[in-house]
């Protein structure tokens, strides 16, 4: 069955670094296209970063270009979200979810989630 195991969460200082994983299986990793959200408590989950099936592209949310970098290891069906020069607004819990799109860019399968890791930024 389709799985996707986030890790790497925690508690950090402000302008801290953390490496979220995400870990899958069950599903041809290599052609989905990856992304990380978040949620943070009273809000609405957002979008944080999505890349490529194959890591040729990437984008970002505007709160978080500059100092988060999303990348994938297709060998491993491991996506990850590097997070630099952390801030009190990025504490969250974050998900991957995984798509398919096919030619034209509609949506053929997902999104599929994982359950989630907890950050949380604080002095």
């Known amino acids: 069955q389709v799985q996707l195991v986030e890790s790497g969460g925690g508690l950090v200082q402000p302008r801290g670094s953390l490496r979220l994983s995400c870990e899958t299986s069950?599903?041809?990793?290599?052609?989905?296209?990856m992304s990380w959200y978040r949620q943070a408590p009273g809000k609405e989950r957002e979008l944080v970063a999505s890349?490529?099936?194959?890591?040729?592209?990437?984008n970002y949310a505007d709160s978080v270009k500059g100092r988060f970098a999303i990348s994938r290891d297709n060998a491993k069906s491991t996506v990850y979200l590097q997070m630099n020069s952390l801030k009190s607004e990025d504490t969250a819990v974050y998900y991957c979810?995984?798509?398919?799109?096919?030619?034209?860019?509609?949506?053929?399968?997902?999104?599929?989630w994982g359950q989630g890791t907890q950050v949380t930024v604080s002095s």
């Open positions: 979810a995984a798509r398919l799109f096919d030619s034209w860019g509609i949506l053929i399968k997902g999104p599929y």
């Open positions: 069950g599903f041809s990793f290599s052609i989905f296209t």
């Open positions: 890349i490529a099936n194959t890591g040729s592209s990437s």
